[in-house]
């Protein structure tokens, strides 16, 4: 399961729209590719099909397809927006990380 935060849902379904995705019917795709200076890094798009092999949740009204691979890692993750001037964007609070950079856009397990 991943949760996604009051704050993350608001900017999810802007930047949908934006980018001509329904939030209600379409998909936020939450993903973990190698690379970053911790090992692994954190993909994020929009999507309007699901794989046979992807895991779908919904959380706050937010439709959320991961593949197994990711899901490996991404499990019971909770995705936070942070905005402001000291803002980082998107933000996954990973209890599985054991090590994250400095940045929060990579970690290791």
């Known amino acids: 399961m991943i949760q996604v935060s009051e704050t993350a849902k608001q900017r999810v379904i802007g930047l949908m729209t934006e980018d001509g995705f329904d939030a209600s019917k379409d998909y936020v795709r939450v993903g973990v590719k190698s690379g970053g200076c911790s090992g692994l890094s954190y993909e994020l798009t929009f ?3 699901m794989a046979d ?10 439709r959320i397809i991961v593949d197994k691979k990711s899901f490996l890692y991404l ?3 909770i995705l936070e927006y942070s905005g402001g001037l000291n803002g980082k964007g998107f933000v996954f609070n990973n209890p599985n990380a ?5 940045c929060g856009e990579s970690f290791s397990l």
């Open 47 to 49: 999507d309007k099909a």
């Open 98 to 102: 054991q090590r994250t950079c400095g």
């Open 53 to 62: 092999t992807d895991k779908v949740f919904e959380d706050n009204g937010v």
């Open 75 to 77: 499990a019971g993750t």
